[in-house]
């Protein structure tokens, strides 16, 4: 296959299966046959075009009478956004119409492909792609639109990678956040990265390990990390010398929690169990819930979100963070902590559920703490803290996250 082609090809089949049967990248299998730095590379391909379809589709707008079948269309954006991150228009192009005239349905429209393709600019700038309704209306009507374009400016930028480090471990070069986290620009392959086989370093979103800075834990205490794959919290608070117990209920997603203990020497007890129905054989002194959410916090990293969910799991998702919540309470010794975080940019599945929590629970106190780093805007009226993807915009931002600490009467 020519060069690049494979890639590109299977950028464009990731596309057809998110744009067009509402399937999450997560889920979808590598192409067969390709070596691994093409699977990386389709993969990032897919992404940056996710970041960029509604631009992208106004340009293309302008330069056809009628869409192409998604197959066709797929190519040519995947073309328009490689122009736009600065590939050689040439190349770019002739590798899409190469694509479009080998499928055999797509292969009459290689002519039309070819031409509107050459209409395009060389250095196409494209605008910022809005988020779908049922994600923007709550968040402008809590932050105002100012907030959101901000939120959604760098949405559309390729997040940086941020990894959290153990003292004294073998890490990559980069940028040391305020908050602790070691932020790289351009990072490629994270296994071939400095140290990655020694294990001193996992990767986190900065706005993440906050959760987990905000929990404060204590070398020698119990911790119950209650939904804890793939487990970069469990991992946190077993180098903090916690003695961690990392509870999830889905099995695929706990071998990665096993995996991940592996490779960094960590030592956690892991649970695999509904967190509804499992009872402690004793109390613990903290429990860090960080629920199951709508992941609207995460959508730099996950650009196929705003795809495929249509908001309409969030009722069933508020009200099974206040079930885990209420739970999770139980699970304390007097005068316990819990964290409660969610990925969420929504204030239902964040401050809404803290403010609800204690009017079911009296006794139960939000508490700030000292955190390092954390801005002094970041923090709510209500104590907890709010982390929006705008926030260090100019360093790359961070994922949305809400995170507030609890303490139960003693
Ligand atoms: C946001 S993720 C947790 C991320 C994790 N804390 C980390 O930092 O890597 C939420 C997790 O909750 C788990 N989960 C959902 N419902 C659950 C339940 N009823 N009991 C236990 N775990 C649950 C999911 O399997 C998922 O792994």
Not at 28 to 47: K, N, S, W
Not at 55 to 73: E, I, N, Q, S
Not at 98 to 120: D, E, I
Not at 288 to 305: I, M
């Amino acid at each position: 296959m020519a060069e690049g082609l494979g890639a590109r090809a299977a950028a464009a089949a990731l596309l057809d299966a998110v744009l067009g049967e509402g399937r999450m990248l997560s889920e979808l299998p590598d192409a067969e046959g390709l070596a691994p730095g093409d699977r990386a590379r389709a993969r990032r391909l897919a992404e940056e075009v996710l970041r960029r379809v509604e631009p992208v589709d106004r340009l293309l707008g302008g330069l056809m009478r009628k869409a192409p079948p998604l197959p066709v269309l797929n190519l040519l954006r995947l073309a328009v956004v490689e122009m736009a991150l600065g590939a050689a228009p040439h190349g770019a192009v002739n590798a899409a119409v190469a694509l479009v005239r080998r499928g055999k349905r797509t292969q009459h429209l290689a002519g039309l492909a070819n031409a509107v393709l050459r209409a395009v600019p060389a250095n196409p700038v494209l605008g910022v792609q809005k988020l779908p309704r049922w994600m923007r209306q709550p968040m402008v009507h809590q932050w105002g639109r100012e907030v959101v374009a901000a939120i959604e400016a760098v949405q559309a930028l390729t997040p940086p990678l941020d990894l959290t480090v153990r003292p004294e471990a073998e890490a990559p070069e980069g940028e040391a956040l305020p908050t602790g986290s070691l932020r790289l620009a351009a990072p490629g392959q994270v296994s071939g990265l400095p140290g990655y086989a020694a294990g001193g370093w996992w990767v986190q979103d900065a706005a993440a390990a906050l959760a987990v800075r905000l929990l404060a834990p204590q070398p020698g205490e119990r911790v119950l990390d209650l939904c804890a794959a793939p487990g970069g919290k469990t991992m946190q608070l077993a180098a903090a010398g916690a003695r961690v117990t990392a509870l999830d209920i889905s099995p695929a997603r706990m071998a990665r929690v096993r995996e991940n203990l592996a490779r960094t020497g960590l030592a956690a007890e892991t649970v695999l169990a509904d967190a509804l129905d499992w009872q402690p054989e004793a109390p613990f002194d903290a429990v860090l819930l960080d629920a199951p959410c709508s992941a609207t916090g995460t959508v730099r990293r996950h650009p196929d979100l705003p795809f495929v969910k249509d908001g309409s799991e969030l009722p069933g998702l508020v009200e099974l963070q206040a079930r885990l919540l209420d739970r999770a309470l139980t699970m304390l010794r007097p005068g316990g902590r819990l964290v409660f975080a969610t990925c969420s940019l929504l204030s239902e599945e964040g401050e809404g559920q803290v403010s609800a929590a204690l009017e079911r629970h009296p006794g139960l106190a939000v508490e700030r703490a000292e955190v390092p780093g954390v801005e002094p805007g970041w923090w709510t009226e209500g104590g907890g803290l709010r982390l929006r993807p705008d926030h260090w915009a100019e360093k790359g931002g961070m994922d949305g996250f809400f995170i507030a600490r609890l303490r139960v009467a003693g």
